[in-house]
C-alpha cells in the first residue's frame, strides 16, 4: 500500500527555521529517489529538492544554501530541514518519488507559513 504522510510544517516568523518529515511506504522509498514538492495558494505544485538512493541532492536555486534535503533508509522517512524561510517559501509541502506527478498517489502535505 502506497502511504506519504507529512508531518512538521506549522506557522513561523520570517527567518526561523523548520523540519518537515515524511513517512513513506518501503516500496515507495526503497531505492528511489525522493522529493519535496510545494504548492502556494493559488499556484501549481513544484518541485522544491531530491535525493537519490546515493544521496546526491538538488535544489532550486531560491531555497539552495536555506533548505536540506535528507533521508533516513532504515526508517523509510524523508526530510526537510529549512532554515532562514522567507514568506515566499509559505506553501502546502507534499513529499513523493522525484517526478511524480498530477496522477501519481499524493499525501495530505503540511502547511509551511511565513509571517510575521
Known amino acids: 500500500q502506497v502511504q506519504l504522510v507529512e508531518s512538521g510544517g506549522g506557522l513561523v516568523q520570517p527567518g526561523g527555521s523548520l523540519r518537515l518529515s515524511c513517512q513513506v511506504s518501503?516500496?515507495?522509498?526503497?531505492?528511489?529517489?525522493m522529493a519535496w514538492y510545494r504548492q502556494a495558494p493559488g499556484k501549481q505544485r513544484d518541485y522544491v529538492a531530491s535525493?537519490?538512493?546515493?544521496?546526491?541532492?538538488d535544489y532550486i536555486a531560491s531555497v539552495k544554501g536555506r533548505f536540506t534535503i535528507a533521508r533516513d533508509n532504515a526508517k523509510n522517512t524523508l526530510y526537510l530541514q529549512m532554515n532562514t524561510l522567507k514568506p515566499e517559501d509559505t506553501a502546502v509541502y507534499y513529499c513523493?518519488?522525484?517526478?511524480?506527478?498530477?496522477?501519481?498517489?499524493w499525501g495530505q502535505g503540511t502547511q509551511v507559513t511565513v509571517s510575521s
Open positions: 513523493n518519488v522525484f517526478g511524480a506527478g498530477p496522477s501519481s498517489i
Open positions: 518501503a516500496i515507495v522509498f526503497s531505492g528511489k529517489s
Open positions: 535525493i537519490n538512493s546515493g544521496d546526491s541532492v
